[in-house]
């Protein structure tokens, strides 16, 4: 079945340190993938997404993310946080192939702190 | 462009009533999905409207329903409502199937 695991509910991290969000699917074909942020009261925001070709994705605000079909990973990393990227993340899969679906991750949620 | 938009913004029912949301996509846009959003159950695909067809549903049951119109602007009506059905509903529109979804800012449902 068609599954997107973020693992770490909860990420904390000082400020100007790296941010890593981790992110794994499962599927047997090439999926879409994206990240999204939330901020409080708000919806969803697109960060980067993936379709084809390169498979280091840069996006908005410093945030970049590498699928690795190996490990069928697609994880968030930003390399000096700021006390705005506190948030939470939301990894995201479009599954074709008839499931047509864009299924989401549990969200991981960062704290920056100073 | 301007984004996709959600109204109303905040609402509160009572147990048994009935509740439409509605959302207004991205100009261009056919394509309407709309999410239940829960501390508990995260984000959950309730189902996508395109071209005034619903192209797929979630595991919701029948008192969740949805429609579109020719203009691309979407609906989702919640009947007899639960303590259960409180959360944030989330409408996101696309150009179409594995496009970007682009989200507007949510009705929050509180049931009482």
């Known amino acids: 079945a068609q599954s997107v695991t973020q693992l770490g509910s909860h990420v904390s991290v000082s400020e100007g340190a790296l941010v890593l969000l981790r992110c794994n699917y499962s599927?047997?074909?090439?999926?879409?993938l994206f990240w999204y942020v939330q901020y409080p009261n708000q919806g969803l925001q697109l960060l980067l997404k993936y379709t084809t070709g390169a498979t280091l994705v840069k996006g908005i605000n410093g945030f970049e993310a590498e699928f690795k079909k190996s490990e069928t990973s697609f994880h968030l990393t930003k390399p000096s946080a700021h006390m705005s990227d506190a948030a939470e993340y939301f990894c995201?899969?479009?599954?074709?192939?008839?499931?047509?679906?864009?299924?989401f991750g549990a969200g991981t949620r960062l704290a920056v702190h100073p | 462009k301007a984004g996709v938009t959600q109204t109303p913004r905040y609402l509160i029912k009572t147990r048994g009533q009935q509740v439409t949301l509605s959302c207004s996509p991205i100009?261009?846009?056919?394509?309407v999905s709309w999410y239940q959003q829960t501390p508990g159950q995260g984000l959950q695909f309730l189902f996508e409207y395109f071209s005034e067809t619903q192209r797929n549903k979630g595991n919701f049951p029948g008192r969740f329903s949805g429609r579109q119109f020719s203009n691309s602007r979407s609906e989702m009506n919640v009947s007899t409502l639960e303590l259960g059905d409180s959360a944030l509903y989330l409408c996101?529109?696309?150009?179409?199937?594995?496009?970007?979804?682009?989200f507007g800012p949510g009705t929050r449902l509180l049931v009482l």
């Open positions: 996101a529109s696309s150009k179409g199937q594995g496009e970007t979804q682009y």
């Open positions: 100009s261009g846009h056919r394509s």
């Open positions: 995201a899969v479009f599954f074709s192939g008839g499931y047509n679906k864009l299924i």
């Open positions: 599927s047997s074909v090439p999926p879409y």
